[in-house]
């Protein structure tokens, strides 16, 4: 799955810097499978969804294997939920299938490394696949299934990875719950070949472990997306509304209201295109 996104896709304006990070960061994955992490910090309206949008471009036209996940408030108590879309899309699970179909579709991607298959049970603790315990996972339960999960899936993506790295993007962070940090920690440690593009909300403390320990790593990379200048709201502005100009009062009514801000500037443009105003 990818972020979703307005049509047509607006420009991303007024994040040259990020751009030029993000691209180096890609093109070191692509061609020295250096991975790692990005955090990308950003206020609601900002445009941290566009710029994921972004990553994804970029990422998929390097030809690296690109899987999207999202957090969220409802669920910050699921384990893993932010996780299930990354999964369902790395398995390449088929919607219509029966559960034997996903079953036996999961082993195959298995089978690469002989350990795997035996625990395949453990899946079940991600995704709804139902399959039977094996002699290896049957009296697995609480905290110890949990970890042994999270080995699972550090293994699985580091041995798919070897292969052809990887770019995994999650949205709202700030939502994921704690076995989801701890997967998204293990994988920076231990899978070298996978970049790690985390955005948020800013976090006050207490902050979760597990992000303390990534915001205070050296090797980690944090972008911090701020409103936009003049011009490149009035851009955004026109391209949202297919125009090269706008009345001067509609522009600085515009810029006065929103100051830089992304969504607001595009909310408030609509609206005043919508009362006649800004045409």
């Excluded at 001067?248 to 443009?269: C, D, N, R, V």
């Amino acid at each position: 799955g990818v972020p979703a996104h307005p049509s047509p896709r607006l420009p991303l304006l007024g994040r040259k810097t990020e751009q030029a990070i993000l691209t180096n960061r890609l093109e070191a994955l692509q061609k020295v499978r250096s991975g790692g992490v990005i955090l990308v910090e950003g206020e609601a309206g900002i445009g941290k969804s566009r710029f994921l949008e972004e990553v994804v471009d970029l990422s998929t036209s390097l030809g690296l294997q690109t899987l999207f996940g999202s957090a969220s408030s409802i669920d910050k108590t699921t384990p893993f939920y932010a996780w299930r879309e990354v999964f369902h899309d790395l398995f390449d699970l088929p919607d219509e299938a029966s559960a034997e179909e996903q079953q036996a579709h999961i082993l195959r991607m298995l089978r690469y490394d002989p350990a795997l298959p035996p625990l395949a049970p453990l899946v079940n603790g991600i995704l709804p696949v139902d399959f039977p315990e094996t002699r290896a996972t049957m009296r697995m339960a609480g905290h110890v299934r949990q970890e042994a999960l999270i080995q699972f899936l550090v293994r699985l993506i580091a041995t798919i990875s070897f292969e052809a790295s990887k770019v995994i993007v999650l949205d709202d962070v700030q939502w994921l719950d704690s076995a989801s940090w701890s997967l998204v920690t293990r994988l920076y440690h231990d899978t070298p070949s996978v970049l790690l593009v985390l955005a948020h909300l800013p976090m006050l403390p207490p902050l979760p472990p597990d992000f303390s320990h990534l915001i205070h790593a050296a090797d980690v990379q944090r972008l911090s997306l701020t409103p936009l200048n003049q011009e490149d709201t009035l851009k955004l502005v026109h391209a949202s509304l297919g125009v090269d100009h706008i009345p001067e009062a509609a522009a600085a009514y515009i810029l006065s209201k929103t100051e830089g801000h992304p969504f607001y500037a595009l909310e408030m443009a609509y609206a005043l295109r919508d009362s006649g105003w800004a045409t």
